[in-house]
């Protein structure tokens, strides 16, 4: 079947070309700032400015993964029946070379950041090979595919610790990858639920009963490395650990009852009480950690 771009303005087109960068999955690079915030370096302007420099290489980082991804997947995005009208791609609203000149220009300023930021871009660099690897390969490899995506989120927190130079903490690290296997396990679970064993080719690998394991498996994790983490280097941040337990089940309660969960950023952004679990925790953790003025 042949697919032709439809015709649109200008301004259509250029919505459409940020739409294929996917912003609203930027959230997730939020990530990089966990440094900063448990550093307590959240008033220095400079660790500031540099934490955000790197959320902004990764959010540009993010989206060309996603261009390659949607480059690579798009005839099987045009017979997908949500996809096929969601990715624009796949919709036939962006064009092959328009989004090649768009991720020709994303890698120009990455490359260009070298200058500006080497070490953040070094962990850019191996974050899109994983991500090349994941498009290509990695994905369709049961177990494997979940934890590519969890590492991705190390990565982040760790871009984040480089571009402040602060060490990463090993209970950081194991939290951030437990917290991230258990969104994939998550979203793995309720692409299975919705599309069936036809949303992916590693899906049909995955008994649900199994991702729901490795999901409860995954949480439970989270919830107790954290717990370490405050109370071998932050005991003043016990108090965040009822917010994170409480998110844990309110996100487990918008996925089985409200049968969300496939893109977390949606669930999110879509359940106030989960929102404001993120917003107090992020409260609760400048309150307990804000530096002491003497």
């Not at 969300?260 to 917003?279: F, H, K, M, R």
Request: aromatic residues 12%; glycine residues 4%; positive net charge.
């Amino acid at each position: 079947m042949q697919y032709t771009v439809m015709t649109a303005s200008p301004l259509a087109q250029a919505l459409a070309l940020i739409k294929l960068m996917r912003p609203k999955q930027w959230i997730k690079n939020c990530f990089v700032l966990a440094p900063l915030v448990f550093s307590g370096a959240f008033l220095d302007f400079r660790a500031v400015s540099d934490a955000f420099l790197a959320v902004i290489l990764f959010c540009l980082a993010s989206s060309s993964a996603y261009i390659v991804n949607d480059m690579h997947d798009i005839e099987h995005d045009r017979r997908h029946p949500k996809k096929s009208k969601t990715r624009p791609l796949a919709a036939g609203i962006v064009s092959t070379p328009a989004a090649l000149a768009l991720l020709g220009t994303l890698y120009v300023v990455l490359a260009w950041s070298w200058t500006v930021a080497p070490k953040v871009v070094m962990v850019i660099v191996a974050y899109l090979v994983l991500n090349l690897a994941y498009t290509h390969v990695l994905k369709n490899q049961p177990v494997i595919d979940i934890f590519s995506i969890a590492i991705g989120f190390v990565l982040r927190v760790y871009a984040g610790a480089i571009a402040l130079d602060v060490p990463v903490s090993s209970w950081m690290a194991i939290t951030t990858l437990s917290l991230a296997l258990y969104m994939a396990a998550v979203k793995r679970r309720q692409e299975l639920s919705q599309s069936g064993k036809d949303g992916r080719k590693v899906l049909q690998k995955y008994p649900i009963s199994l991702v729901d394991r490795y999901a409860e498996m995954s949480a439970t994790g989270a919830l107790v490395f954290y717990s370490m983490f405050v109370m071998s280097t932050k005991p003043e941040l016990v108090v965040t650990v009822p917010l994170v337990l409480f998110g844990l089940f309110r996100y487990w309660f918008v996925v089985e009852a409200l049968d969300s969960g496939e893109s977390p950023t949606d669930a999110l952004l879509a359940d106030w009480q989960l929102l404001l679990t993120v917003v107090l925790w992020i409260a609760g953790c400048g309150w307990t950690l804000w530096p002491e003025q003497g």
